[in-house]
């Protein structure tokens, strides 16, 4: 009779066991969270603003802008669950005009922006602000 008890007792505390450490990793794998949406968006910008900046042909877009040609190209690097818009300015003061969204966007809206330019030793050295604009559908 004697033995009998001890195996419920032992029953008991491996039942405890995997209780308390259930709990544990319920908990542990609820504080670990991957990167979040707003880094996923921020390092993809930053990916399709690098293209842009040594791509000569995206460049030579920029530089005269064809925020048409830049729109297309970015529609291929963004996932179908994001809009985007690209637009291109002056580098200057007072020269933000032309560089906002012309309509309101209700959900978080990531914005990034490069500086592309010529040579220094060109006729008309004038740089060009490009923004990207990616928000939530």
Do not use: H
């Not at 729109?71 to 007072?94: A, D, E, Y």
Request: aromatic letters at 10%; a neutral charge.
């Amino acid at each position: 009779m004697r033995q009998k008890g001890a195996w419920i007792r032992i029953a008991e505390a491996v039942a405890a066991i995997l209780i308390v450490s259930g709990v544990l990793l319920f908990v542990y794998s609820k504080s670990f969270e991957g990167p979040s949406k707003a880094d996923y968006v921020y390092n993809l910008q930053k990916e399709i603003l690098d293209v842009i900046s040594s791509n000569e042909s995206l460049r030579q877009a920029a530089l005269t802008d064809n925020e048409g040609l830049l729109n297309s190209f970015v529609s291929t690097r963004i996932p179908s669950s994001f809009n985007s818009s690209v637009k291109v300015c002056l580098l200057g003061t007072g020269s933000n005009i032309g560089c906002n969204l012309n309509f309101q966007v209700d959900k978080s809206l990531y914005v990034e922006e490069i500086i592309v330019s010529t040579n220094l030793d060109t006729e008309s050295f004038q740089p060009r602000r490009v923004r990207l604009f990616v928000w939530e559908k």
